[in-house]
């Protein structure tokens, strides 16, 4: 039984790994013959003594993930008919950290409403590696990101899930780029990049501000005379954002707005 890194260039058998002939001559042994695998050639060494001592040779790349290895050794001697003997070898290859870990996915995008509350799972990201042992072995983190970005954000270095932290908030940022990473044993790194967009709730109330008020109104003020000009707006996107108004007093006055999502309104004299 041999162990084999991938580093590995020629393995001398040892003592175990020759053969011995007892007979002399041309009836003793001659030749060594290597069967099983193509990952390994055989040399054949003269000892101090004039013995051969066979010695593996790496012909080809090895690969932890996709194989064991096994071969015969046969050692021939000379003689009518010739004889033989055979050695199994068994290759345990090492493991090597040739592998960088690999996320199921490049970039991911995830929707969170604003209220979400902390703690809550914002999504599992989840990485493979294809060595073994400690090399297999991942943790997770974040690569580097803005100091307000990492105190809403956490992640679990054990599985990877990532949670929120603070509060959210559309009015202030409606979408966070978190850059993860996955690191090996071995100290591979592979990265992949969220996009979290935030999700807008009606958590705003209007905002009426007065610009400008006539007060008092004159009686003999003319039809259409601007009483009271207002702004009202709603920090609130989409439909939420969208305000309505309408007023609590009966005639003289209606109200005359512009459209948008900020509105200017005028109370204005009917008669």
């Known amino acids: 039984s041999q162990s084999s890194g991938r580093q590995l260039g020629a393995a001398d058998m040892g003592a175990e790994g020759r ?10 042994l001659q030749r060594y013959e290597l ?19 066979p010695e593996l040779v790496l012909a080809k790349a090895l690969d932890r993930e996709e194989q064991s290895l096994r071969l015969v050794l046969t050692a021939v001697d000379g003689g009518d008919p010739p004889r033989s003997g055979t050695a199994q070898l068994c ?10 870990p690999v996320f199921a996915q490049d970039r991911y995008r ?17 990485a493979s590696d294809a060595d073994s042992g400690s090399n297999a072995r991942i943790t997770y983190g974040f690569g580097k990101m803005s100091a307000k970005v990492l105190q809403k954000f956490a992640i679990d270095p054990e599985t990877g899930r990532i949670t929120l932290q603070e509060a959210l908030d559309f009015e202030d940022t409606y979408s966070y780029t978190l850059l993860v990473e996955a690191r090996d044993g071995g100290g591979l790194l592979a990265h992949c990049e969220m996009e979290v967009e935030v999700l807008d709730v009606n958590d705003n109330a209007p905002e009426i501000k007065v610009l400008s008020v006539s007060n008092p109104v004159p009686e003999n003020s003319p039809v259409g005379t601007v009483v009271v000009l207002l702004n009202v707006k709603d920090p609130d996107s989409g439909e939420n954002g969208k305000v309505w108004c309408e007023l609590s007093v009966e005639e003289p006055y209606h109200t005359c707005s512009s459209p948008g999502w900020v509105l200017a309104f005028s109370w204005i004299l009917t008669g």
Request: negative net charge; glycine residues 10%.
């Open 35 to 53: 069967s099983g695998d193509e990952h390994f050639s055989l040399a054949v060494q003269a000892g101090p003594g004039g013995d051969q001592r």
């Open 110 to 126: 995830v929707s969170l409403r604003e209220d979400a509350l902390p703690g809550s799972t914002v999504l599992n990201v989840s």
């Open 19 to 28: 053969a011995h002939d007892p007979d002399v001559g041309p009836n003793s």
């Open 91 to 100: 290759i345990n290859v090492t493991d090597a950290n040739d592998n960088a």
